[in-house]
C-alpha cells in the first residue's frame, strides 16, 4: 500500500535515518543483524544514546521528557528503526509503567520515577503473572497487607521477563479479599534489593535465560510505593496492557523478518531454480506479504484515530494477534526455505564472536532458534486466545 506523507513528515524520516545512521554503535547493528545476544550493557548504551537525544520515550509528553511526538511521527521512527538495525527498546519501564505513571501517578511519583526510567537508573520488570494467574490474571494470590505505613507483601510472580536485570517491579497485588477479584487489586512499586525478595531464573524452550519468577516473603513496601488508589489497580492494569499489545504487534519486525525469508528464497534451490521462481513458494510468501500489508493498514487506521485523540482500545488486541501470527508464520516459512540448514540448534552461535560452525545461507543458523523463541509471542501478553475473546466481546459485541 502507497502512503502519502506531507512534506515535513518526510524531512522527519531523513532526520530519523541520518540520526540512526550516525550514531547507532556497529557493534550493536551487527549483533541485531545477526540474531545475535544483546547484553544489558548494550541495552544500556543504546537506551543512552536515544535519552541523550530525547528519543528514548517515543510516547511520553515533553514535559515528562519525550519528544512529544503524535503518532504518525512514532509511526515513521519505529519503521525507520527496525530497518536501521536498531534494537528493541527494552518496555518494562519506558512503555508500560511510563504511561501509567503519567496517567494515574502521584507528582512525587513522577518526578522521582521519570527521569530514573529515562536515565537508566531503574531498570523495571513486570509483575502480573503468577502460577494460576495468567490468562486469568483477575486471579492472582499475591498479598500486600497495611502494617502502618507500609505494604507486607508475601506471593510469587512468574515469567518475569529480563528480572535479573532490573532492580524494580511493578506488581498487581491483592489488598482485599472480599467481593469481585477485579475490585481488590492494587499496583504497586517495590524496590527488588529489599529484604525478603528472592529471584530464580527459568530456562525456556530456546534454552536461554530470559525469564525469572520473584517471590515475596514479608517484604515491606512503604505506601506511598502505591500508584493511584488502592483497589484501583484493575484499571491501571488494563491501561498498561493496551499499551504492550500495542507495541507487541511488531509490524516493523515482521518486514524484517519477510525481507529475511525473500533473500533466503532468491538464493535456496529446488529442481534446479531458486525458490523464489516456484509458484507454489513464491505464492506462500506473497500471501505473508499481503497479510503484512493489511496489517500496516491497520496499524495505520490506528494511527490516525490516535492522532485524532484517541487512546488505544480493544483493537490493540487485533494487532497482536495478527502481527505476532505473522512473525510465527514468517519464521515457519524461512525454516521451511532453508530445508536441513535451518535444522542446527547450536546457541553459541548467539554469542558476539563465536566460532561454532555453522552452514547454509548467511542467518540461517539462528533460525531454529528463532523458532523456539517466537513461541512466546503468541502466549505473552496476554494469550492470542484470550485476545480473540476480548475481540469477540468487545469490538464485534458477541
Ligand atoms: C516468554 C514469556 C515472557 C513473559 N513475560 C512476562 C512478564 O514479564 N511479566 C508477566 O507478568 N508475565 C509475563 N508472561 C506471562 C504471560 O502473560 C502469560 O503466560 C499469559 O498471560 C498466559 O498465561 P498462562 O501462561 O498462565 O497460561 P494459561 O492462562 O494457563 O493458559 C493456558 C492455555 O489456555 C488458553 N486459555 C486460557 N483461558 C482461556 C479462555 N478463557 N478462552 C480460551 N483459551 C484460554 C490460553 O490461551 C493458553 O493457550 C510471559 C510469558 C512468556 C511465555
Given at each position: 500500500?502507497?502512503?502519502?506523507?506531507?512534506?515535513?513528515?518526510?524531512?522527519?524520516?531523513?532526520?530519523?535515518?541520518?540520526?540512526?545512521?550516525?550514531?547507532l554503535?556497529?557493534?550493536?547493528r551487527?549483533k541485531v543483524?545477526?540474531?545475535?545476544?544483546?547484553?544489558?550493557?548494550?541495552?544500556?548504551?543504546?537506551?543512552g544514546?536515544?535519552?541523550?537525544?530525547?528519543?528514548?520515550?517515543?510516547?511520553?509528553p515533553?514535559?515528562?521528557?519525550?519528544?512529544?511526538?503524535?503518532?504518525?511521527?512514532?509511526?515513521?521512527?519505529?519503521?525507520?528503526?527496525v530497518?536501521?538495525?536498531?534494537p528493541?527498546?527494552?518496555p518494562?519501564?519506558?512503555?508500560?509503567?511510563?504511561?501509567?505513571?503519567i496517567?494515574?501517578?502521584?507528582d512525587?511519583?513522577?518526578?522521582?520515577?521519570?527521569?530514573?526510567?529515562?536515565?537508566?537508573?531503574?531498570?523495571?520488570?513486570q509483575?502480573?503473572s503468577?502460577?494460576?494467574?495468567?490468562?486469568?490474571?483477575?486471579?492472582?494470590?499475591?498479598?500486600?497487607?497495611?502494617?502502618?505505613?507500609?505494604?507486607?507483601?508475601n506471593?510469587?510472580k512468574?515469567?518475569?521477563t529480563?528480572?535479573?536485570?532490573?532492580n524494580?517491579?511493578?506488581?498487581?497485588?491483592?489488598?482485599?479479599?472480599?467481593?469481585?477479584p477485579?475490585?481488590?487489586?492494587?499496583f504497586?512499586?517495590?524496590?527488588?534489593?529489599?529484604?525478603?525478595?528472592?529471584?530464580?531464573?527459568?530456562?525456556?524452550?530456546?534454552?536461554?535465560?530470559?525469564?525469572?519468577?520473584v517471590?515475596?516473603?514479608d517484604?515491606r513496601?512503604?505506601?506511598?510505593?502505591?500508584?493511584?488508589?488502592?483497589?484501583?489497580?484493575w484499571?491501571?492494569?488494563?491501561?498498561?496492557?493496551?499499551?504492550?499489545r500495542?507495541?507487541?504487534?511488531?509490524?516493523g519486525?515482521?518486514?524484517?523478518?519477510?525481507?529475511?525469508?525473500?533473500?533466503?528464497?532468491?538464493?535456496?534451490?529446488s529442481?534446479?531454480?531458486?525458490?523464489a521462481?516456484?509458484?507454489l513458494?513464491a505464492?506462500?510468501?506473497?500471501?505473508?506479504?499481503?497479510e503484512l500489508d493489511a496489517?500496516?493498514?491497520t496499524?495505520?487506521?490506528?494511527?490516525?484515530?490516535?492522532?485524532?485523540?484517541g487512546?488505544?482500545g480493544p483493537?490493540a488486541?487485533?494487532?497482536?494477534?495478527?502481527g505476532t501470527d505473522l512473525?510465527q508464520?514468517?519464521?515457519?516459512?524461512t525454516r521451511q526455505?532453508l530445508?536441513?540448514y535451518?535444522?542446527?540448534?547450536?546457541?553459541?552461535?548467539?554469542?558476539?564472536g563465536?566460532?561454532?560452525?555453522?552452514v547454509g545461507?548467511?542467518?540461517a543458523n539462528?533460525?531454529?532458534m528463532?523458532?523456539?523463541?517466537?513461541?512466546?509471542l503468541?502466549?505473552?501478553?496476554?494469550?492470542?486466545?484470550?485476545q480473540?475473546?476480548?475481540?469477540?466481546?468487545?469490538?464485534l459485541?458477541?
Amino acid at each position: 500500500m502507497d502512503v502519502t506523507y506531507s512534506p515535513s513528515e518526510t524531512a522527519f524520516r531523513e532526520e530519523v535515518r541520518a540520526f540512526l545512521d550516525d550514531t547507532l554503535p556497529d557493534a550493536i547493528r551487527r549483533k541485531v543483524r545477526t540474531g545475535k545476544r544483546l547484553s544489558k550493557q548494550d541495552h544500556e548504551t543504546w537506551h543512552g544514546i536515544l535519552a541523550e537525544k530525547g528519543w528514548l520515550a517515543t510516547g511520553w509528553p515533553k514535559e515528562y521528557g519525550g519528544p512529544g511526538w503524535g503518532p504518525v511521527e512514532k509511526y515513521i521512527f519505529e519503521e525507520e528503526y527496525v530497518k536501521a538495525g536498531a534494537p528493541r527498546i527494552v518496555p518494562f519501564g519506558l512503555t508500560m509503567l511510563g504511561p501509567v505513571l503519567i496517567k494515574y501517578g502521584s507528582d512525587d511519583q513522577k518526578r522521582h520515577y521519570l527521569p530514573r526510567i529515562l536515565d537508566g537508573t531503574d531498570w523495571w520488570c513486570q509483575g502480573y503473572s503468577e502460577p494460576g494467574a495468567g490468562s486469568d490474571l483477575a486471579s492472582l494470590k499475591t498479598k500486600a497487607e497495611r502494617d502502618g505505613g507500609a505494604y507486607i507483601v508475601n506471593g510469587q510472580k512468574t515469567w518475569t521477563t529480563l528480572g535479573h536485570h532490573a532492580n524494580w517491579i511493578f506488581c498487581l497485588v491483592k489488598t482485599k479479599s472480599s467481593g469481585k477479584p477485579q475490585e481488590g487489586i492494587s499496583f504497586l512499586l517495590i524496590d527488588l534489593q529489599s529484604p525478603g525478595v528472592e529471584l530464580r531464573p527459568i530456562v525456556t524452550i530456546d534454552g536461554e535465560h530470559e525469564v525469572n519468577e520473584v517471590f515475596f516473603n514479608d517484604v515491606r513496601v512503604p505506601v506511598g510505593n502505591l500508584v493511584g488508589e488502592e483497589n484501583k489497580g484493575w484499571t491501571y492494569a488494563k491501561y498498561l496492557l493496551t499499551h504492550e499489545r500495542t507495541n507487541i504487534a511488531g509490524v516493523g519486525f515482521a518486514t524484517q523478518a519477510l525481507a529475511h525469508l525473500k533473500t533466503i528464497s532468491a538464493k535456496q534451490f529446488s529442481a534446479g531454480r531458486p525458490l523464489a521462481d516456484d509458484v507454489l513458494f513464491a505464492s506462500r510468501v506473497m500471501e505473508l506479504e499481503i497479510e503484512l500489508d493489511a496489517l500496516r493498514t491497520t496499524n495505520l487506521r490506528m494511527i490516525s484515530a490516535a492522532q485524532a485523540g484517541g487512546e488505544p482500545g480493544p483493537e490493540a488486541s487485533m494487532l497482536k494477534i495478527k502481527g505476532t501470527d505473522l512473525r510465527q508464520r514468517i519464521n515457519n516459512l524461512t525454516r521451511q526455505a532453508l530445508g536441513p540448514y535451518a535444522l542446527p540448534f547450536v546457541s553459541e552461535v548467539l554469542d558476539d564472536g563465536s566460532n561454532a560452525e555453522t552452514v547454509g545461507p548467511e542467518g540461517a543458523n539462528t533460525v531454529a532458534m528463532t523458532y523456539f523463541n517466537t513461541r512466546k509471542l503468541s502466549i505473552f501478553g496476554g494469550s492470542n486466545e484470550i485476545q480473540r475473546n476480548i475481540v469477540a466481546k468487545q469490538i464485534l459485541g458477541l
